[in-house]
């Protein structure tokens, strides 16, 4: 299996998914004969095309551990709705322990304003205009827990509409068809 690395991260060629290694950690277990030195890594896994998980992955060495939860990130990857393949349909907010998350979609041109871990996860999603932020921890782990808690609250348009019985394009258009209206009434 042969890597490449380009500006969004690790990119396998084989399956053209984007690896995002959010955060790596260096824990040690105290023994009888002295310490033991393992490593823990967090990673985020996409296609850049609405499907991205993440995943924790443990071992002695810093490669092995990345491999390892790269593997189960793969495994645990779900769909998102997106608008338009740059954003998201309407702003979201997620929490997971004392991490707040606030994502807001963008207009074009906007760009990725995120910080900290969930960059990574945007990136790996293939979202190209939006705001988020973060509010309370700092823990990358929270962080990326948070984020995922908004993003399992998207839903597509077509859904929505589904449930409240309308067509997708009233929920498009009733805006416009709310202002014509006004600018009849007052004419």
């Known amino acids: ?10 990119n396998n060629k084989d399956d053209g998914l984007i ?8 824990v040690s277990k ?16 996409g296609n850049g095309k609405g499907k991205v998980g993440y995943e924790t992955g443990k071992a002695k060495e810093f490669p092995q551990s990345i491999k390892k939860a790269t593997e189960k990130a793969k495994k645990n990857m779900k769909n998102y709705p997106l608008k338009k393949n740059r954003t998201i349909h309407y702003d979201i907010h997620g929490k997971h322990g004392a991490g707040n998350v606030i994502i807001k979609s963008a207009p074009p041109g906007t760009g990725i304003i995120a910080g900290g ?22 823990n990358p782990h929270n962080m990326i827990r948070a984020t995922f808690d908004a993003l399992n609250q998207l839903d597509s348009l077509d859904r929505i509409a589904f449930r409240r019985g309308k067509k997708t394009t009233d929920l498009y258009y009733k805006k416009e068809k709310n202002e014509k209206e006004t600018i009849n009434k007052t004419k």
Do not use: C, H, Y
């Open 1 to 10: 299996m042969q890597f490449q690395i380009n500006k969004f991260g690790r």
């Open 19 to 26: 690896e995002k290694v959010v955060n790596v950690n260096r």
């Open 30 to 45: 105290v023994v009888k004969g002295g310490r033991r030195f393992g490593t823990a890594a967090l990673v985020v896994v």
């Open 117 to 138: 871990p969930m960059r990574p996860v945007f990136e790996a999603l293939g979202i190209k205009d939006i705001v988020a932020k973060s509010i309370g921890t700092t």
